[in-house]
Each structure stands twice: as C-alpha cells, then as structure tokens.
C-alpha cells in the first residue's frame, strides 16, 4: 500500500531513474547522494549535446548572451553567437552568425557572415551571405546582404543593398581602388 509501484515512472522524464541504495546507520550520506545524483544528470545531457552536433556537423558551438545581459561597447567573436541580451555599440562576427532573440535589444551596427533577427534592432546591418528578419522582428536601419528574408509581420525601415557573389565593396570603392592601383 505504501510502495511506489517499480512500473510508475514520471512521463516527462527521458532520464533514466537512479538506482536504488540502502543506507545504513553508518552510511556517508554525501558520498551516496553525489554518485547517484550525478550518474542521471550526466547520461541525460550527452544525448542532448549529441543531437545538437549531428545536426550540423560543421558548426563550432554558439555562445549565449542572456537576456539580462547589458553590453556597451564593442563585440566581437570568433563563433557564432545567440543575443537575448541588450547591446549598445557595434558587433563584428565576420565569418560567423548572430542570431538576436526575441528579448535581444542591440543599438548598434553589426557585420557577420549571417544574421537572424527576431528580436529589435536600431542600426545597419551588413550580413556578408544573408539576413532574415523573422515575424516578431523590428529593424530601423539598412541592409547590406547578397540574401534576404523578410517574414509577414516584420517590421523593417531602412534600404536594402544586395550584393552580388559576397562583394561587400561598392562600384565608387571598386573604381577608386583600381585608380589608384593604376596611379601607383
């Protein structure tokens, strides 16, 4: 009547349970608690971490910047980075992506290799292969990409320039380089 039947297992629990230890009157409780306790926490992360890497094996790990996090100044990196956080400044990640949360609030110029908005943004943005601003996105500023994706019920004012085969340079920067390459 008092057993907690073995076949009763929490529905929402992928974890396997942990195994049951009789505890004597000379038991060392800590000992007991951190083997046991650790074991399912452990098993449980590695298939999550797991299916994370095979879903794109190319991929380098995305850093997180919460969203009570309050950055001014400049950021830059060196992988991809996922933004719920506020930022005041510019952001650099010039061969990786920044994805703005939808509590991101970035006042700033930002240049990565992609950007994915659904969060706001007040500033330009140049994503050197494409930029999507999902529904729940707003953007005041321009856009530079050679792709762009704007769902229904994004809200972006600004220009936009597509470029052309990753050129970031425009034809008066081109023609004033080949000048004075020619000069010289």
Do not use: C
């Not at 629990?13 to 926490?41: E, F």
């Not at 991809?80 to 010039?94: A, F, H």
């Not at 700033?108 to 994503?127: D, F, S, T």
Request: aromatic content about 4%; cysteine-free.
């Amino acid at each position: 009547m008092w057993k907690a039947r073995p076949e009763e297992k929490p529905s929402g629990s992928a974890a396997p349970a942990p195994s049951t230890t009789n505890i004597g009157t000379n038991t060392n409780l800590s000992a007991v608690s951190s083997s046991n306790a650790s074991a399912p926490a452990a098993v449980a992360a590695r298939p999550a971490f797991a299916a994370q890497r095979t879903g794109d094996n190319f991929r380098a790990e995305v850093a997180h910047i919460g969203k009570s996090v309050l950055i001014k100044g400049e950021l830059s990196g060196s992988e991809d980075l996922y933004l719920d956080g506020e930022v005041e400044g510019s952001v650099d990640l010039k061969q990786h992506s920044l994805t703005v949360g939808p509590h991101g609030r970035v006042r700033a110029n930002i240049r990565a290799r992609e950007v994915i908005l659904h969060g706001k943004v007040e500033g330009n943005i140049q994503g050197d292969e494409k930029v999507e601003l999902k529904k729940s996105a707003v953007l005041v500023g321009d856009i530079s990409t050679q792709r762009i994706t704007i769902e229904d019920g994004a809200y972006f004012k600004g220009a936009i320039d597509i470029q052309k085969d990753g050129k970031s340079q425009s034809g008066e920067a081109r023609r004033e380089l080949s000048l004075s390459a020619t000069a010289g």
